[in-house]
């Protein structure tokens, strides 16, 4: 079993920046693809960027190219999301995920934290 505990959400000014982090556990990552969703009230939940775990190849919606980065530390086993130059539109609950195939839809990703709230004010 693969347990996924997010951290680093909070209240924040359009403009500002975050840096969430996934802390991982159990199984090993090796074969998986790790990936951040968000989800706003009222709306599905949405594929924000995912990293390959051996690999480290990334892939982002199209609406935070350039404003938000994936990474991670094997050495830590931690998922980063480093988000800059946020916008109210980016307010969500944000879930971090593992699966074995990486497309971006959650219903290939098998493991979730259980969330982080990220509030931009304007």
């Known amino acids: 079993q693969v347990r996924l505990v997010e951290s680093g959400g909070g209240l924040v000014q359009a403009g500002d920046s975050l840096r969430l982090s996934c802390l991982t556990s159990g199984r090993t990552l090796s074969r998986y693809t790790m990936g951040w969703f968000r989800q706003a009230p009222g709306k599905e939940r949405e594929f924000v960027a995912s990293?390959?775990?051996?690999?480290?190849?990334?892939y982002y919606r199209d609406s935070v190219k350039g404003r938000f980065t994936i990474s991670r530390d094997k050495a830590k086993n931690t998922v980063y999301l480093q988000m800059n130059s946020l916008k109210p539109e980016d307010t969500a609950v944000y879930y971090c995920?593992?699966?074995?195939?990486?497309?971006?839809?959650?219903?290939?990703?098998?493991?979730w934290g259980q969330g982080t709230q990220v509030t931009v004010s304007s």
């Open positions: 995920a593992a699966g074995g195939r990486g497309r971006p839809y959650p219903d290939d990703y098998d493991y």
């Open positions: 990293i390959t775990w051996s690999s480290g190849w990334t």
